[in-house]
């Protein structure tokens, strides 16, 4: 029984086992990127001396998408001032342009009849009416829905501003300040 148990003692056991692996996996989370072609600089710069009717000369922007993802874009904006945006309609075309920033002679509007008003206009009506933030800005649109951007996109835009024709005798060294802004979002 001694023998037994010392020899048991001394019993290897043998081990099986396989092994396989999948290298190199990696994951990169997608991008939501737009940019515009102004450089810094304003459409309208120091534009003074308003009387009532009278439009701004046009200001061109080019607005690019280079995200991964699709995305939506709405245009709103952020004003400043003393109270002159509530008599400031806006209107906004969209179209192709050859120019550079703020070059807008070679503009041509889509010709879409986005909104109902005429070829290319995507807004028209008081600068406070645009929207200050993305769920409440303007929409970019295509000929029933919004539009979908992808990567590599990229559209003109045309502004005029104008002090409604009649403003009320308040209104006289009122100022007001601008700033546009395209946010692009993945939904």
Known sequence: ??????????????????ITSNPGDSFAAGSVTITDN???????????????????????????YDGTLSANVHLYATVGGTG???????LIYRGTNSGGFNSCTTWTSDSTNYIGLGAGII???????????????????????????TAGESH????????????????????ATITFTWESQNT
Do not use: H, R
């Open 84 to 90: 002159l945006d509530s008599y400031l309609s806006v």
């Open 123 to 149: 807004k028209y009506g008081t600068l406070s009416s645009l929207g200050t933030s993305y769920a409440t800005g303007l929409v970019d649109p295509i000929s029933s829905s919004p539009e979908t951007w």
């Open 38 to 64: 102004d450089g810094g600089s304003a459409m309208f710069n120091n534009v003074t001396g308003l009387q009532g009717g009278q439009l701004t000369s046009a200001g061109c922007i080019k607005v690019t």
């Open 1 to 18: 029984m001694v023998v037994v148990a010392a020899a048991s003692g001394t019993i290897a056991y043998a081990t099986y086992s396989s």
């Open 156 to 175: 003109w835009y045309q502004f005029y501003l104008q002090l409604q024709s009649n403003p009320l005798p308040s209104v006289e060294g009122l100022n």
